[in-house]
Nanobody, 121 residues
Framework: QVQLVESGGGLVQAGGSLRLSCAVSGSTFIINAMGWYRQAPGKQRELVAG???????NYADSVKGRFTISRDNAKNTVYLQMNSLKPEDTAVYYC???????????????WGQGTQVTVSS
């Protein structure tokens, strides 16, 4: 069983910062890629940032230069540092991990429960 526990969301003024965390639990689960998605009201869920097992990162154009994704493999945790927040960043943010219980098995995707980020103007 794999569980993802997110924390760090909240209300912040435009220009402010927040740091999201997502801790992954699950014995013998091999984590490969990790990422953050978000979904604003009335919109589709979109990728915000991703990080591979080797540390390569990718970002949505809308957050490049403002957001930073990182991971601590020893703690099975992925972070999203969000700076210079804008009202359009308001959304529910979801943690996502891709992994398997054995190198011989295909990857499975797991999602966190979501954490609300609200940026006021």
């Amino acid at each position: 069983q794999v569980q993802l526990v997110e924390s760090g969301g909240g209300l912040v003024q435009a220009g402010g910062s927040l740091r999201l965390s997502c801790a992954v639990s699950g014995s013998t689960f091999i984590i490969n890629a990790m990422g953050w998605y978000r979904q604003a009201p009335g919109k589709q869920r979109e990728l915000v940032a991703g990080i591979s097992s080797g540390g390569s990162t990718n970002y949505a154009d809308s957050v490049k230069g403002r957001f930073t994704i990182s991971r601590d493999n020893a703690k099975n945790t992925v972070y999203l540092q969000m700076n210079s927040l804008k009202p359009e960043d308001t959304a529910v943010y979801y943690c996502n991990v891709r992994g398997a219980f054995s190198p011989l098995l295909p990857n499975t995707i797991y999602w966190g429960q979501g954490t609300q980020v609200t940026v006021s103007s």
